[in-house]
């Protein structure tokens, strides 16, 4: 099975910074990489498939980069209603391995 | 719009048997993959299977194989997972996906299974 290991485990930022949270694959998933944002109380969403490729109707503040083992989520200006917990998932092969989250508040 | 409603959850003893429907509106059900995956309390998403299409393919996770089963009624637009021989292990929400892995764009809110004597 494929490990997905996410940094940080969780965050502290302020509003308007730059939020960096990595994935990294135990072995090279080309960019079968999603990214997926769950907020307490409500439907967990789609964020970026691809590795890279923005979901429709998510804000441009999120990018997704990388291929093979390391990928990037990157929020570029943090607002409030981004406290969450962010997940990849690998879907190159099954099973379909989750990283362990990683939760986002503001400082 | 798009909606995944789920039923079926529960208390259940170990061992036991509960089945998970999922209620698909909104969209062409037929036309997609179905998965199911799963969160304990206070930890982490758990893929458990997905489904084809026509049912033609479905797939588990290896802790579930064996024991879980997953189904469809494409004139229903209904998803199905029977859980048989339950263990403490598989107390979680279970939350109904349409699509099977990147394309996993619209998710239920999830349906909380409890196995415990």
């Known amino acids: 099975d494929i490990q997905m290991t996410q940094s940080p485990s969780s965050l502290s930022a302020s509003v308007g910074d730059r939020v960096t949270i990595t994935c990294r694959a135990s072995?090279?998933?080309?960019?079968?990489l999603a990214w997926y944002q769950q907020k307490p109380g409500k439907v967990i969403k789609l964020l970026i498939h691809?590795?890279?490729t923005l979901q429709s109707g998510v804000p441009s503040r999120f990018s997704g980069s990388g291929s093979g083992t390391d990928f990037t989520l990157i929020i570029s200006s943090l607002q409030p209603e981004d406290v969450a917990t962010y997940y990849c998932?690998?879907?190159?092969?099954?099973?379909?391995?989750f990283g362990g989250g990683t939760k986002v508040e503001i400082k | 719009q798009v909606q995944l409603v789920e039923s079926g959850g529960g208390l259940v003893k170990p061992g036991g048997s509960l089945r998970l429907s999922c209620a698909a509106s909104?969209?062409?059900?037929?036309?997609?993959?179905m998965s199911w995956i799963r969160q304990a309390p206070g930890k982490g998403l758990d893929w458990v299977s997905y489904?084809?299409?026509?049912?033609?393919?479905?797939t588990y996770a290896d802790s579930v194989k064996g024991r879980f089963t997953i189904s469809r009624d494409n004139v229903k637009n209904s998803l199905f997972l029977q859980m048989n021989s339950l263990r403490a292990e598989d107390t979680a929400v279970y939350y109904c996906?349409?699509?099977?892995?990147?394309?996993?764009?619209?998710w239920g809110q999830g349906t909380l299974v409890t196995v415990s004597s």
């Open positions: 998932q690998n879907y190159n092969s099954v099973p379909l391995t």
């Open positions: 996906v349409r699509g099977s892995g990147g394309n996993s764009d619209y």
């Open positions: 489904i084809s299409t026509t049912s033609t393919y479905t």
């Open positions: 909104g969209f062409t059900f037929s036309d997609y993959y």
């Open positions: 072995q090279g998933i080309s960019n079968y």
């Open positions: 691809g590795a890279s």
